[in-house]
């Protein structure tokens, strides 16, 4: 009996929390197996399957009113608890509040008691256990009290509480430094957290040190194990001739790479050319990571844990050591390469792949070409690029073409399209921040992802037909009560999604896409359309992809920098062979942890990268403190305005206490601010002129001012002149009673005043 079995067995058979001893009995386990028995339980106990209470009893959570999850904090100290396996009628998020969180830490497993029930959703409880610490590592900024002792304020605000560190622990850090700490006592409550620190980063303010900061807080390795660097380092440089037998040979077609000026690790090549018929024969190659890197190899060990790679402004943790990322499997020019290559008849009115082909090939790239040259000989008919890549053109205008095709035929399938604007943080030659600008996104861009979605959606086609057990890219339908809150929400702006929230289909949100195109109001809709939607992740089942609005879909163009790309190249591999029953049980049970795994490891990625970028934003503006700026209404709440700036793509935060002319109230469901008075009104999308009032490093926001309001203000104090009190001075008063005038009078204290001064404090219970 597994441990599933073990809890079903006592959900249908055990009333009630009972000892070791009534469970054996009831479950009718043999005596001589009590060990194993117990184990289990420990282990059910460590995964918050049961909790084990006073008399050494076993219960189920839920019969207990108890409910397994994480914390999630909140930097005013209060958290949530998110549940694990929230019962039908049970919340899904518990509040608890800061006396009640009993020393647990954000991302802390826990078990916490529902004391109070607000409705199906919400709920208030208490945490009456730890079962596992979110993480023991710690990186923050080092510093000391006036008594000498030093201590650690983390870096995530979400860790609200100091961790003390003894003077030999401090690993010679300087007061101010950023370090990374291992807490080694977990705080009580007589005590805080305790530790020592393992590494000292350095300045916040140096070059490169916010970078190590975040991939530190994040627990994303930067270096490879010694034995995967030893393996790609072995695996050489070039192709070797056994390599490149029994492979398909496309060494004499005409391909290139296009990909951006920075780039160092080159995964996708295009070979393309037109069929007698006039249909195109597209050939999307991808650098063959699965030939160098065997299953449960040192490489394959490093790559599955990293699962990604992540790329931040100044630098990348590749997933792959350097050796083999930005070399042997990097498909460079002039040289030979391995690749998958996913060959596809694409009909040249429809834009339906009609046949494909899918090969294990060798090849042999004619050009490393840009986004920014492909631009210009499509855009802007540049004669010099034209001339120098004259062979190569006749290529890029059959791409341009068969890109105008499929894409049309997505859009009428109602493929969900955003096309919002991303920054760019530009650097100087001192690594300092020059600019933040709008990244470049030209047609070279458009027509590489267009192939590239349609080579992974035929891949993924080829699986399921094939009934190859493999990991699929899946988006699911949004949840019917987010998508009513978000009709509610455009409603007010005049907009609506036209069909019922639980039929609607993709180009009912490609429509309101289309229609909001160019409005000030664009941003704020798509992102929280964005977030309406469900999270794209990775199953071993084809539930398809509801924002790309097809029912196949799998990552297959990246295995230099995503594992689930690698586990497909393999599946494809062996997708050409019969599975034994007992190969493909076995990719069964494996496949949805690896699933789960990647799927975790591709969030931390985005959310690292996205705080990276959002920090470096608010430091850019750090010198920029009473400047005036043009941005947008991108959210309004009872607190204030989030504006966007238009120049920077820096996002700030206008405080209602600011906004100082007038008493403002939120209208929740039109999404404003309107005054009481003035009857002024500031609603999602308005264009408005601020200034930067105060950047909070320390927080990392940028707090702003309405410069309308601002002005005004100081108009009207300077008006009123200065401040006077409407009180009568007491010496005023003093002559007015009594008569007397002139200097002496006026300089004499009286009695009363000098012993005021000399006046013990009062005692403490009379004040």
């Known amino acids: 009996m597994n441990d599933e079995e073990i809890v079903q067995q006592i959900r249908d058979q055990v009333d009630h929390p009972a000892t070791v001893k009534e469970l054996l009995q009831r479950l009718k386990w043999p005596h001589e197996e009590r060990a194993t028995f117990k184990r289990a339980l420990k282990r059910l106990v460590d995964a918050g399957e049961l909790i084990e209470i006073r008399g050494e009893r076993f219960g189920l959570p839920d019969k207990m009113n108890l409910v397994v999850g994480r914390v ?116 009580t409550q007589t005590r805080p957290a305790q530790g020592r620190v393992t590494e000292v980063l350095g300045d916040i303010n140096a070059p490169g040190v916010d970078t190590t900061v975040i991939i530190r807080k994040y627990g994303i390795s930067d270096v490879h194990s010694a034995a995967a660097v030893t393996e790609a380092t072995r695996l050489g440089t070039h192709v070797r001739p056994r390599d490149r037998e029994g492979r398909t040979d496309f060494r004499e077609w005409q391909t290139v790479t296009i990909d951006s000026e920075t780039a160092r690790d080159f995964d996708d090549a295009i070979s393309i050319d037109e069929l007698p018929n006039g249909n195109y024969w597209l050939a999307v ?72 082909e899918i090969h294990d090939g060798v090849i042999h790239s004619d050009a490393r070409m840009t986004y920014t040259d492909v631009s210009r000989i499509l855009t802007d008919h540049d004669a010099a690029t034209i001339a120098t890549y004259k062979p190569l053109v006749p290529m890029f205008e059959r791409m341009h073409a068969l890109f105008l095709i499929l894409n049309q035929r997505r859009r009428r399938r109602g493929s969900v399209d955003f096309d919002l604007k991303e920054s760019e943080i530009r650097f100087g030659d001192d690594g300092a921040m020059e600019a933040i600008v709008a990244a470049e996104r030209n047609v070279a861009h458009r027509l590489i992802e267009e192939f590239m979605l349609l080579a992974n959606e035929t891949v993924a086609e080829h699986l399921e037909t094939e009934r190859m057990p493999t990991l699929y890219r899946v988006h699911e339908t949004p949840d019917p009560m987010k998508v009513e809150r978000f009709e509610e929400f455009i409603g007010a702006l005049g907009y609506s999604l036209v069909g019922a929230a639980d039929q609607l289909e993709p180009r009912h949100f490609q429509k309101l896409v289309e229609k909001i195109h160019g409005k000030p109001e664009e941003k704020p809709i798509a992102m929280l359309m ?52 007992e190969r493909r049980a076995a990719l069964v049970k494996h496949l949805p942890e690896v699933g789960r795994h990647t799927s975790e490891r591709e969030r931390r990625a985005v959310d690292a990268e996205r705080e990276l970028v959002a920090w470096k934003k608010v430091r850019f503006m750090a010198d920029k403190v009473g400047d005036e700026f043009t941005g947008f209404v991108t959210g309004v709440s009872a607190f204030g305005l989030h504006i966007e700036l238009v120049e920077h793509f820096v996002e700030g935060m206008v405080h209602v206490s600011t906004m100082a002319d007038d008493y403002y109230r939120f209208v929740e469901k039109a999404h404003l601010l309107r005054g009481e008075k003035n009857d002024r009104i ?58 007397r005038e002139g200097k002496a009078g006026s300089n004499r204290k009286s009695k009363k005043g000098a012993r005021s001064k000399t006046r013990p404090k009062a005692h403490p219970k009379k004040r």
Request: glycine share 8%; aromatic share 6%.
């Open 72 to 187: 999630s904090a909140n930097p005013r100290g209060f958290g949530f608890v998110d549940a694990e396996r929230p019962a039908e009628d049970g919340p899904v998020s518990i509040f608890v509040a800061g006396a009640n969180l009993n020393q647990a830490m954000h991302g802390d497993r826990v078990v916490v008691r529902v004391e109070r029930s607000r409705d199906e959703t919400r709920a208030e409880g208490r945490i009456v256990r730890i079962l596992e610490r979110g993480t023991s590592s710690v990186v923050g900024r080092y510093d000391v009290d006036e008594l000498g002792r030093g201590f650690v304020v983390p870096f995530d605000r979400r860790l609200v509480m100091d961790v003390e560190v003894m003077p030999a622990e401090s690993l010679g850090a300087v007061p101010g430094e950023m370090v990374t700490l291992m807490i080694t006592m977990w705080p």
């Open 530 to 581: 964005l977030r309406t939607m469900q999270k794209a992740r990775y199953e071993p089942v084809p539930l398809g992809h509801f924002g790309l609005a097809t029912p196949h879909y799998t990552h297959f163009t990246s295995p230099i920098r995503r594992y689930p790309d690698l586990v497909v190249h393999r599946s494809l591999r062996e997708s050409g062979r019969k599975l034994d029953k």
């Open 285 to 356: 190659h991808i650098a063959d990571v699965s030939h160098y890197v065997t299953a449960g190899s040192p490489l394959d060990q490093d790559a599955y844990e990293r699962s990604t790679s992540v790329y931040f402004p100044e630098r990348a943790v590749h997933m792959f050591p350097e050796e083999l990322s930005t070399g042997l499997c990097s498909l460079k020019p002039k040289v030979d390469r391995l690749a998958q290559s996913c060959l596809m008849e694409v009909d040249r009115r429809s834009g339906a792949v009609v046949r494909h």
């Open 682 to 739: 500031y609603r999602l999308g308005d264009k408005v002129t601020v200034q930067v009032i105060r950047v909070d490093l320390e927080r990392r926001l940028v707090d702003l001012g309405l410069a309308e309001i601002l002005n005004a203000v100081r108009r009207s104090e300077r008006n009123r002149g200065p401040r006077r009190s409407q009180a009568v001075p007491r010496s005023e008063a003093r002559r007015a009673k009594t008569g």
